[in-house]
């Protein structure tokens, strides 16, 4: 029980760290109507997924997790993603 405590502390210090993310929009985004709206849903969506996908992709820090899958939820929703 405690090695699971610890993993579960240490993923939610983590992912309070890469709350303030945003992913970089172009200019003229063809669906600007809809960024507030994208970036709230694929934000929750990008921090399920780290959750989930903890311990099973550990060569990669969540951080760089949750960027990668809040980047490709915006651009799977139409958005021009600057990297």
Known sequence: MKPLLINVSILLLTSCAVLDYQ???????PNGNRTTLDL?????????????SYGSD????????????YDA????RGHNVIR
Not at 40 to 45: H, N, T, Y
Not at 58 to 69: E, G, I, W, Y
Not at 73 to 76: D, H, P, Q, T
Request: aromatic content about 2%; some cysteine.
């Open 40 to 52: 709230q849903e694929c934000k929750k969506l990008a921090r399920a997924s780290i959750d989930t």
């Open 58 to 69: 550990s060569q990669v820090p969540v951080k760089d997790r949750f960027k990668r899958a």
């Open 73 to 76: 939820c915006m651009s799977g």
């Open 23 to 29: 992913p970089k929009l172009s200019p003229g985004d």
